[in-house]
């Protein structure tokens, strides 16, 4: 069992880190925002935990079953004008803050942390002229 301040401290960082991820998709004016990537967050981190506390032996489950519902609302996002595809980044941020969600629910903190630096450094990356071309 899952200590109940261990609990607190997995179900809050989750959010906050899907928050810090939402921050900046909505500082760039897409749609899923900072309380749709906190929620996401959230929400993963929620269901790794009763998988826990109720199913270890069948947290593989709960992962798959996460990451598929989650890519079918990502998917939501993507839509296609006459010539180009939108929202495939703001999908993918999704399906990340997902997973952080699942590793901050299972308590890999360092390895969650990373993952959300490096999402944002990945996010930014349109904003180097060299990206920017490719």
Not at 16 to 35: D, S
Not at 41 to 53: H, R, Y
């Given at each position: ?38 929620l996401v ?13 109720n199913i ?79």
């Open positions: 069992m899952i200590a109940y301040n261990e609990v607190l401290l997995r179900l809050i960082l989750a959010a906050v880190f899907g928050g810090l991820v939402g921050i900046e998709r909505e500082l760039v004016h897409k749609p899923a925002g900072v309380r749709t990537h906190m967050s959230l929400g993963s981190a929620l269901f790794i935990l009763l998988a826990l506390e270890p032996e069948g947290i593989d489950k709960i992962i798959a079953g996460v990451a598929t519902g989650v890519g079918f609302l990502g998917a939501g996002t993507i839509f296609k004008s006459k010539i180009e595809v939108h929202g495939l980044t703001t999908a993918a941020s999704i399906w990340a803050v997902a997973g952080v969600g699942m590793g901050i629910g299972l308590g890999y903190y360092f390895m969650t942390l990373v993952s959300v630096v490096l999402v944002l450094i990945i996010l930014h990356l349109n904003k180097l002229e060299f990206f920017r071309n490719l």
